[in-house]
């Protein structure tokens, strides 16, 4: 299926699909840059849900698995810069996980593509509406989630 093809792919109800994503933000900086790019009003897609956690390092394997086996399209999993973790080493471990979550991923059969590690501060509020609008991008092209929960 093309990329064109993806974008209007129609659904059983004969309305436009739109991906479900959940986004996992840490509490320090990636939530508060979510809530700049908010009350600044910049525009991007609505298809994500936030769910707000103290650190990325927070973000058990199992909460991003349990989102796609639920039916999540996409799960994003922002966190501090490097160097920045309020917990000091939360990130670094938070990038390992997500590297061993993208293989198993994929040794199941789901595009590595489905999960994203961004790292975003308070500050930067343009860089997670830069994210979520291409990652919905990426995830529309990619096309609805294998696996459906009925």
Not at 61 to 76: H, I, N, T, W
Not at 81 to 99: E, K
Request: aromatic share 10%.
């Amino acid at each position: 299926m093309s990329a064109t093809e993806a974008k209007h792919e129609i659904g059983s109800a004969g309305e436009e699909w739109d991906p479900k994503i959940i986004v996992f933000c840490c509490n320090w900086c990636s939530y508060a840059g979510a809530d700049l790019a908010g009350v600044s009003r910049l525009q991007m897609p609505t298809d994500f849900r936030v769910i707000r956690t103290m650190c990325s390092a927070r973000v058990d394997p199992e909460f991003v698995l349990r989102a796609f086996a639920k039916g999540a399209d996409g799960v994003l999993v922002a966190g501090c810069h490097p160097a920045d973790c309020h917990y000091i080493g939360g990130n670094y471990r938070t990038r390992r996980r997500i590297a061993m979550l993208r293989m198993l991923l994929e040794q199941y059969g789901f595009d590595p593509d489905r999960l994203k590690l961004e790292w975003i501060s308070a500050s930067e509020g343009e860089k997670f509406q830069k994210t979520i609008r291409e990652f919905t991008e990426k995830i529309r092209e990619i096309g609805p989630n294998p696996i459906t929960e009925d």
